[in-house]
């Protein structure tokens, strides 16, 4: 069974062909795509950001799952019962918190293991790794972290808001942290697609590597 994982280096909208993609791999079915996502005031208003451009191509059902006030066993159930997973942006130390340290990580595994796509939008994108590096502008502490990520694909890094938040130091820093890796700076309004857990497709402003101590943008 492929597997389908969209990494977005900022915010929603989805990007215009990942859009495409992505709901053709959610139509196999006719269940629900789920939004999973940290809750903050105001969050209903904000949810058409992600289901605009997939309901203008006819995915109209959605499971909303705010946490942490969504029951565990809730979130489980309707993963479990999605055609397609969305994971939102915010504090990616509180989406580690509460995705990653719980038991909808192992959810999370199998859906994607099932050929479910999943698309990660900035924090949603940072935890999907084995890694989860945290840039210094990304935590309190303003430092560079690690923690453990859900495991959708292995020695691959991933910064997010790459240009906009001038991270190519924090991007380095997790390079010499984790030898051997693949890894990608993503900009705002950017996707990266992999299939099976490889580079596939990009589309957007910018996509970024550090091969041999040199930076260079991937086409």
């Not at 840039?135 to 309190?140: A, C, L, R, V």
């Not at 240009?163 to 991007?171: G, I, M, V």
């Not at 942290?177 to 589309?203: A, P």
């Given at each position: 069974?492929?597997?389908?994982?969209?990494?977005?280096?900022?915010?929603p909208?989805f990007?215009?062909?990942?859009?495409?993609?992505?709901?053709?791999?959610?139509?196999?079915?006719?269940?629900?795509?789920?939004?999973?996502?940290?809750?903050?005031?105001?969050?209903?208003?904000y949810?058409?950001?992600y289901?605009?451009?997939?309901?203008?191509?006819?995915?109209?059902?959605?499971?909303y799952?705010?946490?942490?006030?969504?029951?565990i066993e809730?979130?489980?159930?309707?993963?479990?019962?999605?055609?397609?997973?969305?994971?939102g942006?915010g504090?990616t130390?509180?989406?580690?918190?509460?995705?990653?340290?719980?038991?909808?990580?192992?959810?999370?595994?199998?859906?994607?293991?099932?050929?479910?796509?999943?698309?990660?939008?900035?924090?949603?994108?940072?935890?999907s790794?084995?890694?989860?590096?945290i840039?210094?502008?990304?935590?309190?502490q303003?430092?560079?972290q690690?923690r453990?990520g859900?495991?959708?694909?292995?020695?691959v890094?991933?910064?997010?808001?790459?240009?906009?938040?001038?991270?190519?130091?924090?991007?380095?820093n997790?390079?010499?942290?984790?030898?051997?890796?693949?890894?990608?700076?993503?900009?705002?309004?950017?996707?990266?697609?992999?299939?099976?857990?490889?580079?596939?497709?990009?589309?957007?402003?910018?996509?970024?590597?550090?091969?041999?101590?040199?930076?260079?943008?991937?086409?």
């Open positions: 069974m492929d597997k389908h994982l969209f990494l977005f280096g900022g915010g909208p990007t215009l062909n990942m859009t495409k993609q992505f709901v053709i791999k959610a139509s196999t079915t006719n269940a629900p795509v789920s939004i999973l996502f940290i809750e903050r005031d105001g969050w209903e208003q949810m058409p950001k289901t605009q451009a997939l309901e203008e191509l006819g995915l109209n059902e959605f499971y799952l705010p946490l942490p006030s969504t029951p809730k979130v489980i159930t309707c993963l479990k019962n999605s055609s397609g997973l969305i994971i942006g504090n130390n509180l989406y580690a918190d509460y995705i990653v340290e719980t038991a909808i990580s192992n959810t999370i595994k199998e859906i994607y293991e099932l050929g479910i796509p999943i698309a990660g939008f900035s924090a949603g994108a940072l935890i790794p084995e890694h989860c590096i840039s210094p502008k990304d935590n309190e303003n430092e560079f690690y453990r859900l495991g959708l694909i292995s020695d890094l991933i910064a997010v808001h790459f240009s906009q938040w001038n991270d190519e130091t924090h991007l380095r997790a390079v010499n942290k984790f030898n051997n890796h693949i890894n990608y700076g993503i900009d705002e309004n950017t996707c990266v697609y992999l299939l099976n857990g490889y580079l596939e497709s990009i589309e957007g402003c910018g996509v970024y590597s550090v091969e041999n101590d040199i930076i260079r943008k991937i086409n």
